[in-house]
């Protein structure tokens, strides 16, 4: 049996003016695993990643980090952010320092870490993205992919045990997004659980162990990815069509029944 490093359990949230995030939902999430979390825009998507790294204090339900409630006190938020890093759609909402290397070493240094160690989490930070080069470049002047390159490996400076990513591919290009997969790849194998939000199915179907389909702030259906991606009306039902792969054979199989009759 898989041990869960998060779950969120019947959590709801609504912003103001009524606006219904999510509905009761309820998420288990598995140490060690890539899980991706799919639905159309407005589904909760990017609230639940709110809710998992300690951002916003569910107005009803809990979170559960490594089977005890999460803790909102100054000190308990501390110790939940070390455990689960956060990396948001847009990068620019992260990187605010000069440099690369003095962005990365932010959250090492508010841990409190000397710089021998800051210096080393950095630098083991930025190879594991493959951005060692870029290390003394200054922030403005970087592509979108590269920041968001940087902007994952400041979380990745913190240790986290698990990586929460909101739309990971938004704006890259293929290559970009490529090399940022590869990346990805290269943290699990290392054991970093990691969840991420996307509307591609492409993209879940090719990266993700599990897959949870969001619809109406709630988990329409769960499971391993081959499984949740095969079921054409859980897939409606939250708004989205079966991998390309996945419908050409959907439409090969439909075709060669046809031909028997």
Known sequence: MVELILEAQNISYAYPGGIMALDGL????????????????????????????????????????????????????????????????????????????????FGPLN?????????????????????????????????????????????????????????PLAGLDHQGGKRLLDALGRLSDAGTTLVFTTHDVDLAWAFADEVALFSGGRVGRFGPAAEVLADRDALAAAGLEPPLLLELGFRTREEALVGRR
């Open 111 to 167: 841990l409190g870490l000397d710089e021998t160690e800051t210096t080393a989490r950095v630098a083991e930070a930025l190879a594991a993205l493959g951005i060692a080069d870029l290390a003394e470049r200054a922030t403005h002047m970087l592509s979108f992919g590269q920041k968001k390159r940087v902007a994952i490996a400041g979380a990745l400076a913190m240790r986290p045990e698990v990586l929460l990513l909101d739309e």
């Open 26 to 105: 309820s998420l288990g999430i598995g140490r060690g695993r890539k899980l991706a979390v799919l639905g159309p825009n407005g589904a909760g998507k990017s609230t639940l990643l709110l809710h998992l790294n300690g951002t916003l204090t569910p107005q009803a339900g809990r979170v559960l980090l490594g089977g005890e409630a999460g803790l909102y006190s100054r000190a308990g938020l501390a110790r939940w952010r070390r455990r689960v890093g956060l990396v948001l759609q847009d990068p620019d909402d992260q990187l605010f320092a000069a440099t690369v290397a003095e962005d990365v070493s």
